[in-house]
């Protein structure tokens, strides 16, 4: 009998786990997330060490919504020339000589209930990258610096003055529309 009510407890103990852990993901609070990927690429060596720029990459992030991840061909404007070889340049060149895309796994979920734009934040704002994804020209693999949830965008937006609390018409403050639609 107690055992049968242990792994009865056990069950559902695991259970809670997978669900809690599932809803926050899906609730995109999953900060810290730093997913392997296809290719070893290193930010540090090069937005870091070579000082790339992150808009010679992302540079739909001046212009639109989403940042975007650089095609491949942009690795090709000094990959086709660095020789030195390596197991991870390799790959890359493996991807370009049969024609296919490099299936980058995803670092940041976003809901689609909710509106984020780059460009009104990279150059309207003239925020840094830094600012929301934190000291990227250091890491050898991306990870989620923050938690992308509603109070961490309000408490930015209140501290540019950009969100009065008691005003619910300003900006993109109490005016939830900016935001939902
Ligand atoms: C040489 C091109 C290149 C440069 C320069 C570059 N990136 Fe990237 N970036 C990539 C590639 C490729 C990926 C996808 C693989 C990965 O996640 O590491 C990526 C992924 C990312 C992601 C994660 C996207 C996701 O999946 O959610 C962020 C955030 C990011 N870069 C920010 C930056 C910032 C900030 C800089 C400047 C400090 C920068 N990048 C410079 C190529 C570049
Ligand atoms: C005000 C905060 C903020 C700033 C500034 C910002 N980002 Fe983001 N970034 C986000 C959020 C929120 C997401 C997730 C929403 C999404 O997927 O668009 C994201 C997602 C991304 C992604 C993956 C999804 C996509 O949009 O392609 C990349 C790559 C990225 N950012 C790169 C950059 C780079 C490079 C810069 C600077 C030029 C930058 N970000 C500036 C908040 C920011
Ligand atoms: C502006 C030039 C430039 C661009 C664009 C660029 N790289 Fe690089 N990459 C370099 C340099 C320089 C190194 C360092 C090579 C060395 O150590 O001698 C490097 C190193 C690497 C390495 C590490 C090799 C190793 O194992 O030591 C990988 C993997 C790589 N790049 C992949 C990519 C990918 C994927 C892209 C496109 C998203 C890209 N690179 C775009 C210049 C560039
Ligand atoms: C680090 C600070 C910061 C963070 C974090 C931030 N924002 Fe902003 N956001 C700003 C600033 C500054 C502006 C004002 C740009 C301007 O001058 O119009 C802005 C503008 C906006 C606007 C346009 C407002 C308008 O009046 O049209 C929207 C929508 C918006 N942000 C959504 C978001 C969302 C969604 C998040 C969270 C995922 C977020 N922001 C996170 C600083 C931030
Ligand atoms: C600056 C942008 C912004 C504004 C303004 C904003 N929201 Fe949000 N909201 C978000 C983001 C981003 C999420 C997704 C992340 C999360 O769940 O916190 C979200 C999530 C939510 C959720 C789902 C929360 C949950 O726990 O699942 C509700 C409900 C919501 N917002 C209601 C509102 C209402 C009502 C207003 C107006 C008073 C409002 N929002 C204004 C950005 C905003």
Not at 52 to 72: D, M, N, Q, S, V
Not at 150 to 172: F, T, V, Y
Request: proline share 4%; charged share 25%; aromatic share 8%.
């Amino acid at each position: 009998m107690k055992k049968i009510a242990l792994l009865l407890i056990t069950g559902i103990i695991i259970g809670l786990t997978v669900i809690l852990t599932r809803t926050g993901r899906e609730m995109n609070f999953n900060k810290g997330y730093e997913p392997q990927q296809p290719i070893n690429f290193s930010h540090k060596i090069h937005a870091g060490e070579r000082e790339i720029k992150c808009l010679y990459c992302h540079f739909a992030a001046e212009k639109g919504r989403h940042a975007g991840i650089p095609p491949t061909e942009i690795c090709m404007n000094c990959h086709a020339k660095i020789k030195k070889g390596s197991e991870e340049i390799d790959k890359l060149k493996d991807y370009i000589k049969k024609g296919k895309n490099i299936e980058w796994i995803k670092v940041h979920h976003f809901p689609d209930f909710a509106y984020f734009n780059h460009s009104q934040h990279v150059r309207v704002a003239k925020l840094d990258c830094q600012k929301c994804h934190g000291p990227v020209e250091t890491m050898t693999r991306v990870k989620q610096q923050k938690t992308l949830n509603m109070g961490w965008c309000l408490d930015c937006h209140r501290e540019k003055g950009i969100a009065p609390p008691n005003d619910h018409k300003s900006k993109a403050g109490g005016d939830c529309a900016r935001c939902h639609y």
